[in-house]
């Protein structure tokens, strides 16, 4: 035993003496590696840049809406993501997180009129393309946009932080497209534009719930992140980021809510598929087209679509599956099933 342990305390110290000589041999000047934030110059005038409403910036923009509206409308998720790397509304929502932290009053007033043009200009552009249309019906990617939750919040928080690095580093800048690719601004606004088009108030105040959720984080992670690299102070950014924390804390209830109900749906959608397949006779060997658990009220709201020969389930046959989830999942339930007839010909 003591053998052994001699014997591993020298090549404990061979193997160190070892990679000691290779780290010395193998290290040189590396300085030239080194990246530095850019000068608070560099970045003034990058931001005053993205900030300023030219025609450039509302011509990218209106392009943006125009693709945005009719990928949604489409449902073409191909389309909404093309729309997302033209759109240029990262640029004023960095100036502002970059004003507060900096107590910049010129910079701020400057991005915040841009930002609020963009946004009238993008809702009316997607308000104007759906009346054209004429399209009534809402997709996936619309619905997809109206019921943030806490994830969202996180993203954005997330996309922020990048955001403002990459403008604090040039080596990085080439990620700002990854980053509007990430939070997607302008598509929730557009769905905002659609559901005034329809007369449908619930898709555009989720819609606006959404992109005020990435608007605040954004500028609460990029004011933070450029605090970190020291480009404003704690005293001037206090104001901003209280109102900020505030903000995201308001929100966060809604987006929590929202969250549970997401998780809550999911995991009784995942019990009623997992119950009616294998413990049930009825649809036991039945081809389930659709499976969709909704909240109704003090209920569970149950669809489920099959298709199957037209006289091959009962009424009574239904009810007792009925009683059968409600015993099991121990909630009171509706049971809604459509058979789609199913004939089968063989010569």
Not at 78 to 88: E, K
Not at 167 to 176: E, F, I, Q, T
Not at 198 to 227: D, K, R
Not at 307 to 324: A, C, D, G, H, Y
Request: proline fraction near 4%; hydrophobic fraction near 50%.
């Amino acid at each position: 035993m003591i053998i052994l342990q001699t014997f591993s305390k020298k090549a404990w110290g061979w193997g160190y003496q070892r990679l000691t000589q290779l780290w010395s041999h193998s290290s040189g000047d590396w300085a030239w590696l080194a990246e530095k934030p850019v000068s608070v110059t560099s970045l003034n005038r990058s931001l005053w840049r993205g900030s300023v409403p030219s025609v450039s910036f509302f011509t990218l923009l209106s392009l943006s809406g125009i693709i945005a509206a009719l990928g949604l409308l489409a449902n073409s998720v191909a389309t909404i993501i093309g729309a997302m790397i033209v759109a240029p509304l990262m640029g004023p929502i960095i100036a502002i997180a970059y004003s507060i932290v900096s107590g910049n009053r010129r910079l701020l007033r400057r991005a915040g009129l841009t930002l609020f043009t963009g946004i009238i200009l993008t809702v009316g552009i997607s308000m104007l393309i759906t009346q054209a249309v004429g399209l009534n019906t809402l997709g996936s990617e619309v619905m997809g946009r109206v019921q943030p939750t806490l994830m969202d919040l996180g993203v954005a928080l997330a996309a922020g932080a990048a955001g403002a690095f990459a403008k604090s580093r040039k080596a990085v800048a080439d990620a700002l497209p990854g980053v509007a690719i990430a939070v997607a601004l302008v598509p929730p606004l557009s769905v905002v534009g659609i559901g005034l088009a329809q007369g449908s108030p619930s898709v555009s105040i989720g819609a606006t719930v959404l992109f005020f959720t990435n608007l605040v984080g954004i500028i609460f992670s990029g004011g933070v992140v450029f605090l970190c690299h020291r480009y404003g102070s704690l005293t001037r950014a206090k104001n901003g980021l209280a109102v900020a924390i505030a903000t995201l804390m308001v929100l966060a209830i809604p987006l929590g809510f929202s969250l549970q109900t997401i998780v809550l749906r999911g995991q009784a959608q995942a019990s009623v598929d997992r119950l009616i397949r294998t413990r049930t006779v009825t649809f036991a060997g039945v081809d389930i087209q659709n499976l969709a658990v909704s909240q109704q009220r003090d209920r569970l709201l149950i669809n489920l679509e099959v298709t199957t020969p037209l006289n091959s389930i009962s009424q009574e046959q239904i009810r007792l599956v009925k009683e059968f989830l409600q015993a099991e999942l121990g909630a009171p339930i509706s049971l809604k099933v459509r058979i789609i007839p199913a004939r089968t010909f063989e010569s």
